[in-house]
T-cell receptor, first 111, second 118 residues
Framework: GESVGLHLPTLSVQEGDNSIINCAYS??????FIWYKQESGKGPQFIID?????DKRQGQRVTVLLNKTVKHLSLQIAATQPGDSAVYFC??????????FGSGTKLNVKP | ETGVTQTPRHLVMGMTNKKSLKCEQH?????MYWYKQSAKKPLELMFV???????ENNSVPSRFSPECPNSSHLFLHLHTLQPEDSALYLC?????????????????FGPGTRLTVL
């Protein structure tokens, strides 16, 4: 699951701080959005999803915010831990179940 | 472990070879997916199967041929591939198709097959 060769933007945070990862989507008709986490050597892992009729959804230590006006999605991770270090990417699902994925952001948590 | 297994984990093949990737899930899911993850591109959805029927083919070249004999197994048959097809091929499954309004959409991914085409 490593993204060798892909120059991803990197977010470095201190353990215990909150992290915010952003994603811009392109299709205003997309009505479903998903955040994934991918650790090195593993497949992507579903974190949280949100539908377009909502602007916020909370999970355990994670919150997704959706701003349809500017087509922006964010993932907030509270009290970031070393185990949160991974690549995070968003996906938008539009008409006819079309999936579009972002290239991802690498989160580096410093102990 | 996500409950989705893929074999082989690594595969090296020549451009004239024919090989198959296998994906298996015993989660009782009805939808299965093939994705391609390249080093320099975002994750790309290739095929979607819902209740063993192909419902999505994202303009994938015919040298990739999917097969879904039952709701627990998904294959990707490969023939006359090109070096640019080298990538990580990921399989996923979900209870229902992602995006289905009100559906159980969480996708479970396998670990992937790292394919190298020489």
């Amino acid at each position: 699951g490593e993204s060798v060769g892909l120059h991803l933007p990197t977010l470095s945070v201190q353990e215990g701080d909150n992290s915010i990862i952003n994603c811009a989507y392109s299709n205003s008709a997309s009505d479903y959005f998903i955040w994934y986490k991918q650790e090195s050597g593993k497949g992507p892992q579903f974190i949280i999803d949100i539908r377009s009729n909502m602007d916020k959804r909370q999970g355990q230590r994670v919150t997704v915010l959706l701003n349809k006006t500017v087509k922006h999605l964010s993932l907030q991770i509270a009290a970031t831990q070393p185990g949160d270090s991974a690549v995070y990417f968003c996906a938008e699902v539009g008409d006819f179940n079309k999936f579009y994925f972002g290239s991802g952001t690498k989160l580096n948590v410093k102990p | 472990e996500t409950g989705v297994t893929q074999t082989p984990r690594h595969l090296v093949m020549g451009m004239t070879n024919k090989k198959s990737l296998k994906c298996e899930q015993h989660l009782g899911h009805n939808a299965m997916y093939w994705y391609k993850q390249s080093a320099k591109k975002p994750l790309e959805l290739m095929f979607v199967y819902n209740f063993k029927e192909q419902t999505e083919n994202n303009s994938v070249p015919s040298r990739f041929s999917p097969e879904c004999p039952n709701s627990s197994h998904l294959f990707l048959h490969l023939h006359t591939l090109q070096p640019e097809d080298s990538a990580l091929y990921l399989c996923a499954s979900s209870q229902e198709p992602a995006g289905l309004a009100g559906g159980r959409n969480e996708q479970f991914f396998g670990p992937g097959t790292r394919l190298t085409v020489l």
